[in-house]
């Protein structure tokens, strides 16, 4: 059974960073690209980065520069270190699994950014 498992959400404030991470369980081959997505209050879900398994990565726009994703196939693991951060990143963090028809998701950690 494939489990993702998020951690390292919390309040913070504007300008201030936090590191997600999600920790994978159950088979996952190592071809899999994983992301972070965000759905933010009254919006749809959107990605904010993935990273294949060659470690290419893609961001969203509204995050480059600031937001850097990472994996650690040993672990098990895939990161998201956010730093000056906005308001307006204020969203639940899940992160996905994919590769061929496979598709999974973790719960999700809250991320809010306010003074």
């Known amino acids: 059974q494939v489990q993702l498992v998020e951690s390292g959400g919390g309040l913070v404030q504007p300008g201030g960073s936090l590191r997600l991470s999600c920790v994978y369980f159950?088979?996952?081959?190592?071809?899999?690209?994983m992301g972070w997505y965000r759905q933010c209050p009254g919006k749809q879900r959107e990605l904010v980065a993935d990273i294949s398994s060659g470690g290419s990565s893609n961001y969203a726009d509204s995050v480059k520069g600031r937001f850097t994703i990472s994996r650690d196939n040993g672990k098990s693991t895939v990161y998201l270190q956010m730093s000056s951060l906005k308001p307006e990143d204020t969203a639940v963090y899940c992160c996905?699994?994919?590769?061929?028809?496979?598709?999974?998701w973790g719960q999700g950690t809250q991320v809010t950014v306010s003074s």
């Open positions: 159950g088979y996952i081959t190592r071809f899999a690209t």
């Open positions: 996905n699994a994919k590769w061929a028809t496979a598709n999974y």
